[in-house]
Every structure is written in C-alpha cells, then in structure tokens.
C-alpha cells in the first residue's frame, strides 16, 4: 500500500541558528552525562562510596592534570598515565584500549573490567564531548576544579532540503498517525495525532479528553531516541500552538467531580503533582475508586486511519472522533447511547463560536440527555489564523521488505559461540520513507503459523512472514515485551511504558486497527526508568508485567528510601503485577527495582531478573510469588494502610529479614550487570544438549548465559554458565523459533553495551551433531560440588591430573542502601579430593570443610577448571570452563 507524503512547511521551520548564539557547556555536560547513563556506572561525588563498574571520576580531572594508574587490555602490566583532556577523550573514544585501576574500596588495586562502550560520535558528538568535558572539570576539590560556567557557541545545524532530512521527525502523509510520547502539557500515557491538512492534536486518558491542538510540525523524537530518552519530546518543525494544556470537553462523574487521573498519570515533568500524590495519605485503590471512568482505548479508521478513542464514565460508554478543519475548527463528536445523564466541562479558552449538536449546553456545561442516541457533536473555532500550504515530496511505503540475513556479523569484541553454533545477524527494516531508524528489538513472539512479531523501543511493531518485514503497529511508547494471543500474530499484547495494550487486525489488511486498553491502573509519571517489562501469560490465562522504579528527582518527588538514585514517584512503582483472565489488576509482589527479565518456565513457574544496585547486592534470577518482598524498600510506600514515605514502617530493619533470596546470583562485571528476559529450551534437543535449561543474557556485557536451578530443602539455588559473548549489542530479549535457533533481540541505547552497537538482532543455530564440550550444570552435594559435562572425560584423565587444573573461590553479597556490594570474604576453597563418575560425565569436588558451620550457605562458588582443551579428548570451544554456584542450602 502507498499513500502519497504531504509535508507542512512553514516559513520559520529552517531558520539557520544565530552565529552567535551560545550556551553553558557545564550544563550540557552535565545533561549528557545523565542522559547517555554514565551516572550509573560512575561516582561523582566526594563522598559517595558507591561500588560502581567504573571509576570514580571527582576528582580525576584537575586544573594541574594529575597521574592515574591504568591496565592494558588483556595485559597483566601497568602504566601510570596523565588524567588529561586526551585520556578522557580516548576513555570515551576507545574506552578499551586502557583500563582505570581503582584507587579506593574493596576492588582498590584492581583494572576494572572493559564493559564500557566505545561512544562513536554518532552517538555522543564531538560538541557533547566537549560539554562533558568541562563539566567533569567542576567535579574537584575547590581550587582545583574547573569554571562553573564555560560559554561554547551552538553547532551550526546542517542545511536541510526537505523535512525528510530532520532526524527523528514524525512526517505526516494522507492519512492521520497516531503516537504516544512524553510531550509536556500532557501525562505520559496522552496520544498524539498529527492529520494530513498540517492539524494536531493530543488526546489525553487523564482527562479523557482532547488537550492540545497545534499546526505545522507533528512530532520530534529526538530526546525520546537518544541515551535513555528524556521526557518532554517536543513538537515537529514550524509548530504553532493555539491551545495547550487545559481539556477542552472533560467528563464529569455522577457526583460531579471532573474526571481526572492526574493521581496515576501526572502531566510530564509536573513534579510539584508527583510530590502532591506521593505523599497523599489515601491508598492507591482508594484514589482509583474516587474516578468512576476509563480509557479504554481506541480504533482506526481503516481509510484515513483516523482514532475513534473509547472511554467509559459511570455507566457511560462513548467513542469520541476528532476533526480539525484546515480554517482552525474542531470538531468533537460523541458516539454512544447514555445510560444516565452524561455532562461535560467546556474549556473554551482560545476558542469562539462554540455549538453543540445535540444535548444541551448551559454555563460552560454541555449535559448528553440519557437514552439519547446518534451522534452528539461539540465544534468551537480557535484564534490564531489559518494553516501554511502544503506540498507533496515523497510517497509513503508499506509495500513488504525483504529480511536480510548477514553471516557472522557481530559486535566490535570477537565472537565466542561453543563448537557446532553459528550466528548471523538480521538487518533490520527501513522506514515508511526508505530512510533508515533506530530499530531495538525488546520483545519478540512467534505465533503457531511461523510469524514472528517484534516489538520495539521506539520503531513500533513489526511482523516477519516468509522472510519479509512489514510494519504492524507504529507510534508505540517503549514497548519491552509481546506476547501472541492467536495463530497468526494477528491479535498481540504488548508492554507499553503507559499501558498493557492488546493490537488487533480486524479486517485482515495487515495492519493493526484496534488499540485495547488491558491495564493502565498503576503509576506513570513520564520519567524515564519507568520502564514495564512483560508480559508473560500463565495456564489460567493471566498476564504479568513487572514495573521500574524511576530514576532522578528530589526524595520528596522520587522516594528512595535512603538510596542514592531509585525511587518510587507511587501507584506500584517496584512491584509485579496481575491482570487476570477476566480483566482485573492486582498487585503480585514487591520490592523490585529494575526488574528488567520475566519469564514462566516449562512447568509454570514465574522468574524474574533483577538488575544490581541499591538494596540489590548483584543481579539475581529469582522466582517470582505472589506476596512476596523482593528487597527494594522504595515501592513499599503503595503497600495499604495509608502508607507515605515517612511512614515509620518501611524501615529496613523491618524488612531485611523478609527478602524472598534469588535463586542464583549474577556476580556483577563477570557474568551480567543488567540481565534481561529468560527464555527456556523447550526444542526437544534442536538447540543441542541444553534441554530445558534457561538461557539470558546481559544488556551490558553482551553475553548470553545458562542458568540451572535445583530445591534442596526447599530453597532455590543453582549454577550460571557463561554461553556465548560478543555479540552485537546488549542482549535482552532471546526467543526460541520454530527450527530451534534462537532469536536474540538487543539493545545498547542509553547504557551502553560491551559488543558496541546501540541495537541488534541476530540468530544463533545448532549444526545438529557438534556436542560441545562444556560444564552442562552442577549440583550441590554433601560434600561440595557435583559437575556435569555434554561430554564423557577422556580417558587419560584422572582425579589427579584434574587437581591441578580446578580452582574454586567464594564469596556473599549484601543487601544495603548503598549501590551494589562488595565481594565479601573472598577465599579460596581447597579441594580435598575428585571423583570421576563411571561414564565419565561428571565428577564431585570434595571441599575441605564443606558443610561445617553456617559459613558456606548463602555463598557464591566460582568454579574453574584451566586447561581445558584436552579434557575431553575433543576441542572444546574454551580454554577453560567455569560456571557459578549459589549455595542456599546442603544436602
């Protein structure tokens, strides 16, 4: 299908900037800094002793530039280095050619770990670099630290010919285009259309109503795709406001309170309404009830694609349609037969010669009669003039584009897969416009026929049938997971940071036509770490999402419990939650933090992955259940009974002692620092030996791994495998298709991930014969450990010739306010004695001690076994094996 592209131009949308215009480049670094993560992974105060991946950098770069100690890459010598402006550029530039060595806490001595990307500038520009630059100058002692303001002159922008030339500009053709983004002057969960005659407007679930209205420009989307996304997206090129913030026809319940959610879904970047509804004494399911209504969602018209959006007020359901006509008039018309009266409140600022057509309107108060049926319609005319002309400049493209599959291809570290696996990577599609677009895959599902859907962070949803792309859904907000409701990928549930959204096809065109509104009953301010990941769906056909904490903001507006950086803003930030079968939400559980993996493994069992940082010693997998507290204390200000942030009982000592404990730990910097989903080998052996084993992989890092859990005693534990590393970008979303290869879905954008792309999509597969040789999972045991090999021993190996090859350290985290833990108590375990099984698959380490006394519960057990090439008289795909334990309990 093609639709011809009308462009808006306006007569100031290319005015060049003025050659003199500056700006602080102090500030912008500092903008820069938070907004490409660098804050998570670097202290930058005096007195924080936070563990952090990086180095601590107040301090670092001083007027009279200092000497620092750095490693070399794969190197065991040291050098001393001066901490200048060119270091710090090569450290962003190419942040693995040195490595700082840590000059203070537990790890002092040490290099720390090249898990840095390496920012091209395409993705931080040499004039941000600048500006980060000076503002890391002002982080020192007085008198040695920089200005606190250095004026730089703003980059010229290059020349542009035609708004296809604008980076991250929404374009609007014949047809209306309907997008969800953090716009101010509107909540999060607001829906933006832009209409072919140059018109826009928002249509706003807080207030179930139409909010903004301007001309020109539609949307850009800049802030939104770059590093971790900022809040407040502004309006497309040449944008002309003539209403803005106030709704324009805003329901009234029965009681005749005005509709209005700005209890769960505040205007974008309101923080004084964040900290007003934070500190609000009434329950959340309290503040729900006052607001007998609901979106419910919206369709579109399968020619123009305009919304008819969809919403309830007491026993009241309508459907609502929007016009503005190029002379500056809307047009609202109401659809629905009301049960009982149905009012509404007419804003009519910035407008005149307001009418109604059907109903009565009476002082500012139209008023819908009950059992009136037809369409009722609202029209009012704004100030301001008319529109620009228009012209047309390209044709809009849905025609199906072929995927493209490149062997081999992968991030800038080398590839290491076991013996028998491949990898290629998939190109991903271009837009409507031929152009190309930040294109993250985050969640991936493959519905019974073959199709796979992919749902994006910020490209929308995508289908791939007989190998070729075609767009499903477009202007969705982040959305981090799908899941496939029918054979054919034609009915998806995705996790959209605003809400659980059901897409359909209904009329079989290939395009999503009906947005369904599942769940939107928690708290989303519009920050950006609000993150919903999911969802899974159990037997019994309920769905799970879990909810970000958010990051940024006072403790009054953010609470985060003591903690450096994530808070809960309210209304369920921290927790997992349920939507049942039959459409009811319930919280699940709490405590979380960035819970950014969840899954429900081949017998029913829901996991979740968690991300380390406060409260949270080093990621973990853990079961997730329902009731239980998970460790984070921010979200427990939703728990009931009146709960506010000084609430004296969400106290730590009151909960430390509650924490469901993971299943396993993911030692922070050598095996993840940001998990994402699992997904389990359910190919009955087309993905080799690992049947029924759990594969996930790190956002940092870019590696995947095998997690194999066990019960002893009732308590959960299990062994981590490193599985394959260097891939492209950060590894979130792995997904099984139908051949046994698994999909891996991955984005690096706004923290930065090892392989050095800011997104991926690649294949892994089995050559169906190869069984590497590798550690296929371990048990505890009475004595120590239990290994299990995919293949036998070879028989010139015996128990002494593999003594002096196995090395096992231990140590615990803890589970504090301050970001992550330390490794405490590392030791080396000695071991004692090794046995080898008869056939030669598995062998038992007896540790000197084991089991004796409450020192060896709780524990992290690295395991290593060197020299592993002859070991099983096959090449094996490492020079050594090693996998990680977490110890709960002893057989």
């Given at each position: 299908?093609?639709?011809?592209?009308?462009?808006?131009?306006?007569?100031?949308?290319?005015?060049?900037?003025?050659?003199?215009?500056?700006?602080?480049?102090?500030?912008?670094?500092?903008?820069?800094?938070?907004?490409?993560?660098?804050?998570?992974?670097?202290?930058?105060?005096?007195?924080?002793?936070?563990?952090?991946?990086?180095?601590?950098?107040?301090?670092?770069?001083?007027?009279?530039?200092?000497?620092?100690?750095?490693?070399?890459?794969?190197?065991?010598?040291?050098?001393?280095?001066?901490?200048?402006?060119?270091?710090?550029?090569?450290?962003?530039?190419?942040?693995?050619?040195?490595?700082?060595?840590?000059?203070?806490?537990?790890?002092?001595?040490?290099?720390?770990?090249?898990?840095?990307?390496?920012?091209?500038?395409?993705?931080?520009?040499?004039?941000?670099?600048?500006?980060?630059?000076?503002?890391?100058?002002?982080?020192?002692?007085?008198?040695?630290?920089?200005?606190?303001?250095?004026?730089?002159?703003?980059?010229?922008?290059?020349?542009?010919?035609?708004?296809?030339?604008?980076?991250?500009?929404?374009?609007?053709?014949?047809?209306?285009?309907?997008?969800?983004?953090?716009?101010?002057?509107?909540?999060?969960?607001?829906?933006?259309?832009?209409?072919?005659?140059?018109?826009?407007?928002?249509?706003?679930?807080?207030?179930?109503?139409?909010?903004?209205?301007?001309?020109?420009?539609?949307?850009?989307?800049?802030?939104?795709?770059?590093?971790?996304?900022?809040?407040?997206?502004?309006?497309?090129?040449?944008?002309?406001?003539?209403?803005?913030?106030?709704?324009?026809?805003?329901?009234?319940?029965?009681?005749?309170?005005?509709?209005?959610?700005?209890?769960?879904?505040?205007?974008?970047?309101?923080?004084?309404?964040?900290?007003?509804?934070?500190?609000?004494?009434?329950?959340?399911?309290?503040?729900?009830?006052?607001?007998?209504?609901?979106?419910?969602?919206?369709?579109?018209?399968?020619?123009?694609?305009?919304?008819?959006?969809?919403?309830?007020?007491?026993?009241?359901?309508?459907?609502?349609?929007?016009?503005?006509?190029?002379?500056?008039?809307?047009?609202?018309?109401?659809?629905?037969?009301?049960?009982?009266?149905?009012?509404?409140?007419?804003?009519?600022?910035?407008?005149?010669?307001?009418?109604?057509?059907?109903?009565?309107?009476?002082?500012?108060?139209?008023?819908?009669?009950?059992?009136?049926?037809?369409?009722?319609?609202?029209?009012?005319?704004?100030?301001?003039?008319?529109?620009?002309?228009?012209?047309?400049?390209?044709?809009?493209?849905?025609?199906?584009?072929?995927?493209?599959?490149?062997?081999?291809?992968a991030g800038r570290q080398p590839l290491?897969?076991?013996?028998?696996?491949?990898?290629?990577?998939?190109?991903?599609?271009?837009?409507?416009?031929?152009?190309?677009?930040?294109?993250?895959?985050?969640?991936?599902?493959?519905?019974?026929?073959?199709?796979?859907?992919?749902?994006?962070?910020?490209?929308?949803?995508?289908?791939?049938?007989?190998?070729?792309?075609?767009?499903?859904?477009?202007?969705?907000?982040?959305?981090?997971?799908?899941?496939?409701?029918?054979?054919?990928?034609?009915?998806?549930?995705?996790?959209?940071?605003?809400?659980?959204?059901?897409?359909?096809?209904?009329?079989?065109?290939?395009?999503?036509?009906?947005?369904?509104?599942?769940?939107?009953?928690?708290?989303?301010?519009?920050?950006?770490?609000?993150?919903?990941?999911?969802?899974?769906?159990?037997?019994?056909?309920?769905?799970?999402?879990?909810?970000?904490?958010?990051?940024?903001?006072?403790?009054?507006?953010?609470?985060?419990?003591?903690?450096?950086?994530?808070?809960?803003?309210?209304?369920?930030?921290?927790?997992?939650?349920?939507?049942?079968?039959?459409?009811?939400?319930?919280?699940?559980?709490?405590?979380?933090?960035?819970?950014?993996?969840?899954?429900?493994?081949?017998?029913?069992?829901?996991?979740?992955?968690?991300?380390?940082?406060?409260?949270?010693?080093?990621?973990?997998?853990?079961?997730?259940?329902?009731?239980?507290?998970?460790?984070?204390?921010?979200?427990?200000?939703?728990?009931?009974?009146?709960?506010?942030?000084?609430?004296?009982?969400?106290?730590?000592?009151?909960?430390?002692?509650?924490?469901?404990?993971?299943?396993?730990?993911?030692p922070h910097g050598k095996l993840a620092?940001?998990?994402?989903?699992?997904?389990?080998?359910?190919?009955?052996?087309?993905?080799?030996?690992?049947?029924?084993?759990?594969?996930?992989?790190?956002?940092?890092?870019?590696?995947?791994?095998?997690?194999?859990?066990?019960?002893?005693?009732?308590?959960?534990?299990?062994?981590?495998?490193?599985?394959?590393?260097?891939?492209?970008?950060?590894?979130?979303?792995?997904?099984?298709?139908?051949?046994?290869?698994?999909?891996?879905?991955?984005?690096?954008?706004?923290?930065?991930?090892?392989?050095?792309?800011?997104?991926?999509?690649?294949?892994?597969?089995?050559?169906?014969?190869?069984?590497?040789?590798?550690?296929?999972?371990?048990?505890?045991?009475?004595?120590?450990?239990?290994?299990?090999?995919?293949?036998?021993?070879?028989?010139?190996?015996?128990?002494?010739?593999?003594?002096?090859?196995?090395?096992?350290?231990?140590?615990?985290?803890?589970?504090?306010?301050?970001?992550?833990?330390?490794?405490?108590?590392?030791?080396?375990?000695?071991?004692?004695?090794?046995?080898?099984?008869?056939?030669?698959?598995?062998?038992?380490?007896?540790?000197?001690?084991?089991?004796?006394?409450?020192?060896?519960?709780?524990?992290?057990?690295r395991i290593e076994i060197s020299d592993?090439?002859?070991?099983?008289?096959?090449?094996?795909?490492?020079?050594?094996?090693?996998?990680?334990?977490?110890?709960?309990?002893?057989?």
């Open positions: 299908m093609k639709t011809r592209l009308i462009l808006s131009f306006l007569a100031t949308a290319y005015l060049p900037l003025s050659a003199q215009e500056e700006f602080n480049a102090v500030e912008k670094g500092k903008t820069v800094f938070s907004t490409m993560g660098c804050i998570e992974c670097h202290v930058v105060a005096k007195d924080d002793n936070s563990l952090k991946t990086g180095p601590s950098l107040y301090g670092l770069f001083t007027t009279t530039p200092r000497k620092r100690e750095v490693g070399l890459t794969g190197k065991a010598e040291r050098q001393t280095v001066t901490a200048d402006k060119p270091y710090f550029i090569n450290s962003v530039r190419k942040s693995w050619d040195v490595l700082a060595v840590a000059e203070q806490g537990p790890t002092k001595g040490r290099a720390y770990l090249p898990v840095m990307p390496m920012y091209t500038s395409e993705i931080i520009s040499d004039q941000d670099l600048e500006s980060m630059w000076h503002y890391l100058r002002t982080l020192a002692d007085p008198g040695t630290s920089g200005p606190a303001t250095v004026m730089l002159k703003k980059q010229k922008p290059a020349a542009v010919k035609s708004m296809l030339e604008i980076p991250n500009e929404v374009l609007i053709t014949t047809r209306a285009r309907v997008f969800r983004a953090p716009l101010r002057g509107s909540s999060g969960r607001a829906l933006h259309v832009g209409l072919p005659n140059g018109m826009n407007y928002t249509f706003d679930p807080r207030l179930l109503s139409v909010r903004n209205i301007w001309a020109g420009g539609f949307l850009n989307l800049s802030e939104e795709r770059k590093g971790r996304g900022r809040p407040g997206s502004p309006r497309g090129k040449g944008a002309r406001v003539f209403v803005e913030g106030g709704a324009i026809l805003q329901p009234l319940q029965a009681s005749g309170k005005a509709v209005d959610f700005e209890f769960k879904e505040p205007d974008v970047m309101d923080h004084p309404a964040i900290e007003k509804w934070l500190w609000e004494k009434r329950d959340f399911p309290q503040l729900q009830a006052s607001m007998d209504a609901e979106f419910l969602g919206h369709s579109l018209d399968s020619e123009s694609s305009n919304p008819l959006f969809r919403f309830r007020v007491g026993k009241n359901t309508f459907s609502q349609s929007v016009t503005v006509t190029d002379d500056g008039r809307i047009e609202i018309v109401i659809l629905g037969k009301p049960i009982h009266p149905q009012k509404f409140k007419v804003n009519a600022k910035n407008l005149s010669d307001v009418k109604v057509n059907g109903g009565i309107l009476d002082n500012g108060v139209w008023t819908i009669p009950a059992d009136n049926t037809g369409a009722h319609t609202f029209s009012a005319r704004m100030s301001g003039g008319l529109v620009a002309r228009q012209r047309i400049e390209r044709e809009e493209n849905w025609t199906a584009q072929p995927l493209t599959r490149n062997p081999g291809k290491e897969l076991p013996a028998g696996y491949s990898m290629e990577s998939w190109e991903s599609p271009k837009d409507l416009y031929g152009r190309g677009q930040l294109f993250e895959p985050t969640g991936i599902g493959v519905a019974k026929d073959g199709t796979i859907v992919v749902a994006t962070r910020t490209a929308g949803v995508w289908r791939i049938r007989n190998n070729k792309w075609t767009l499903f859904a477009e202007g969705t907000y982040e959305c981090l997971g799908v899941w496939i409701e029918d054979d054919k990928g034609e009915s998806v549930v995705v996790m959209q940071k605003p809400e659980l959204t059901r897409m359909t096809d209904t009329n079989g065109d290939g395009r999503a036509d009906r947005f369904e509104t599942v769940c939107d009953d928690y708290g989303f301010h519009g920050n950006y770490h609000e993150y919903a990941h999911g969802p899974v769906r159990d037997a019994q056909g309920n769905y799970y999402f879990t909810l970000n904490l958010s990051h940024g903001g006072s403790p009054r507006v953010s609470w985060r419990a003591g903690g450096p950086y994530m808070g809960s803003m309210g209304g369920y930030r921290g927790w997992a939650c349920r939507v049942t079968a039959d459409g009811k939400f319930e919280p699940y559980a709490n405590g979380l933090r960035s819970p950014a993996g969840l899954g429900i493994d081949p017998q029913g069992r829901l996991w979740y992955a968690e991300n380390q940082g406060e409260y949270v010693g080093s990621s973990k997998v853990v079961p997730l259940e329902q009731g239980k507290f998970y460790g984070h204390l921010s979200g427990l200000v939703s728990l009931p009974g009146n709960m506010t942030p000084d609430s004296p009982e969400l106290k730590f000592d009151n909960w430390k002692e509650r924490i469901r404990k993971g299943a396993v730990w993911l620092n940001s998990p994402g989903h699992p997904a389990w080998d359910i190919t009955a052996g087309k993905f080799g030996a690992y049947r029924d084993q759990m594969f996930i992989g790190d956002q940092t890092l870019s590696t995947l791994l095998r997690v194999v859990t066990e019960k002893v005693k009732g308590l959960d534990q299990g062994c981590v495998i490193p599985f394959a590393r260097g891939l492209s970008s950060g590894v979130m979303r792995p997904a099984f298709l139908p051949d046994g290869s698994m999909l891996i879905g991955q984005t690096g954008r706004g923290w930065g991930a090892r392989g050095g792309n800011q997104a991926g999509l690649q294949r892994i597969f089995w050559d169906g014969k190869t069984i590497a040789a590798d550690i296929k999972s371990v048990s505890g045991d009475s004595k120590g450990f239990e290994l299990n090999f995919t293949q036998p021993l070879d028989q010139a190996i015996t128990p002494e010739t593999l003594s002096g090859r196995l090395k096992v350290q231990s140590w615990f985290y803890t589970n504090t306010g301050r970001y992550g833990s330390p490794e405490h108590d590392r030791r080396n375990e000695a071991v004692m004695t090794t046995s080898i099984s008869s056939d030669r698959r598995s062998i038992k380490l007896n540790i000197n001690g084991f089991g004796q006394g409450e020192k060896w519960i709780d524990r992290i057990y592993a090439d002859n070991l099983f008289g096959t090449a094996t795909s490492w020079k050594r094996l090693e996998a990680y334990f977490t110890l709960r309990a002893i057989q």
